[in-house]
Structures are given as structure tokens and as C-alpha cells.
Antibody, heavy 116, light 110 residues
Framework: EVQLVESGGGLVQPGESLRLSCSAS????????MTWVRQAPGKGLEWVAN????????NYVDSVKGRFTISRDNAKNSLSLQMSSLRAEDTAVYYC?????????WGQGTLVTVSS | QSALTQPPSASGSPGQSVTISCTGT?????????VSWYQQHPGKAPKILIY???KRPSGVPDRFSGSKSGNTASLTVSGLQAEDEADYYC??????????FGGGTRLTVL
């Protein structure tokens, strides 16, 4: 059974940093693109970033480029999102998802709140 | 990267069919057959319903179907059931392995 479990969310102040993690199991992690998608409270879904199977290609939505870094550790079946210079508008539930152009499996999400 | 355009709401009675549209541009929906649809119930993670315009993952009822014409994709839910009441989102690849979502449509079963 495919499982994606996010962790690392919490309350941070504007300008601070936070690192999200996603632990994957039930599939061959190293053979799939992985993606982060977020959802602000009461709002729609927003694609954030994705990373190729071997980590050699990373793509970001313009609003997080230069502030967020997606990475993966295939030996540990783990996906990460390092977020810096956080803003109030980054407040959202962050979902770890499998695949590149269609997210076929989703984690339960982890809430990031940016507020002073 | 502008979001794909979906109607904010849609509704239908049990047993009826309802179609939700998703309008993009020639740079996304119109240029690729990589449109997906997701269903999200309140407080839950989204679930994929349709990928590559019209393909259904195993376990998704055939009441859900997808299509595309030009820059507009559509999701049709046939034989509406109470449990179909949810938010629905479309997405498309938008070049360079980036993805954009639609704003979402809340489906109400009357």
C-alpha cells in the first residue's frame, strides 16, 4: 500500500525558515517524480514544486522560487521541502504527492502557519 | 502562470449528470493531453479521479468521465450520488514540467 506521511509543519514568524519532510513507503520511491502541493485555508490547490526521480531536475512555482528548495533522499525514501523567508501567504496545508503531471497518491498534509 | 478557470459552483439532483469545465490556454490545456481531475471532501486530502484527460485509475467509478476540446477540459459526473458532493479541481501540465490547478468547483447534490 502506497503511503506518504508528511511532518514538520508548525507556527513560524514571517522571515523564518521551516523544513517539511515526507516519508514514502509501499512503492519504489526512486523511480517516481515527487511533488509538493499546498492549499491555503479555505482556498484551492496550488502546485509548489516537483523533483525528478534522480534529483537532477527541480521545478518551482514562481512565488516560491529562490525561497524554497525541494530535495530527496532515495536511500531513505524521503522527500523534503526547505522553506525560507516565509511569508504570511505561505500559510497552507502542504501535501506530499507522487508523480509528475498527475498526483496519484497524496499524504494527509501538514499545516504551516506563518504569523507574528 | 494563471490558474485554470473553473466555475465556482455546480449542482444537480441525485441521478442526474453534471459537467464541470476547466478552461486554460494553448500553453497548457490546449497543448498537452495531461489534464487531471481531483475530488476533495472537506478536511480530506484530494483524490485523483481522471488523468491524461480521460483515463480513470482503478477503483474510480465509471460515472466519472473526462474529455477535452481545444483549451477546455471537462469532467462529467453521471448518476449523481450524495457522496459526490465535494470540491473538484482540474490541473494541467504547463510546460517545463510545471503544473497549474484550476480554482476549484464546489459540487452540490440537491
Amino acid at each position: 500500500e502506497v503511503q506518504l506521511v508528511e511532518s514538520g509543519g508548525g507556527l513560524v514568524q514571517p522571515g523564518e525558515s521551516l523544513r517539511l519532510s515526507c516519508s514514502a513507503s509501499g512503492f519504489s520511491f526512486s523511480t517516481y517524480w515527487m511533488t509538493w502541493v499546498r492549499q491555503a485555508p479555505g482556498k484551492g490547490l496550488e502546485w509548489v514544486a516537483n523533483i525528478k526521480e534522480d534529483g537532477t531536475e527541480r521545478n518551482y512555482v514562481d512565488s516560491v522560487k529562490g525561497r524554497f528548495t525541494i530535495s530527496r533522499d532515495n536511500a531513505k525514501n524521503s522527500l523534503s521541502l526547505q522553506m525560507s523567508s516565509l511569508r504570511a501567504e505561505d500559510t497552507a496545508v502542504y501535501y506530499c504527492t507522487r508523480n509528475r503531471v498527475m498526483s496519484d497518491y497524496w499524504g494527509q498534509g501538514t499545516l504551516v502557519t506563518v504569523s507574528s | 502562470q494563471s490558474a485554470l478557470t473553473q466555475p465556482p459552483s455546480a449542482s444537480g439532483s441525485p441521478g442526474q449528470s453534471v459537467t464541470i469545465s476547466c478552461t486554460g490556454t494553448s500553453s497548457d490545456v490546449g497543448n498537452y493531453n495531461y489534464v487531471s481531475w481531483y475530488q476533495q471532501h472537506p478536511g480530506k486530502a484530494p483524490k485523483i479521479l481522471i488523468y491524461e484527460v480521460s483515463k480513470r485509475p482503478s477503483g474510480v467509478p465509471d460515472r466519472f468521465s473526462g474529455s477535452k476540446s481545444g483549451n477546455t477540459a471537462s469532467l462529467t459526473v453521471s448518476g449523481l450520488q450524495a457522496e459526490d458532493e465535494a470540491d473538484y479541481y482540474c490541473s494541467s501540465i504547463a510546460g517545463s514540467n510545471k503544473v497549474i490547478f484550476g480554482g476549484g468547483t464546489r459540487l452540490t447534490v440537491l
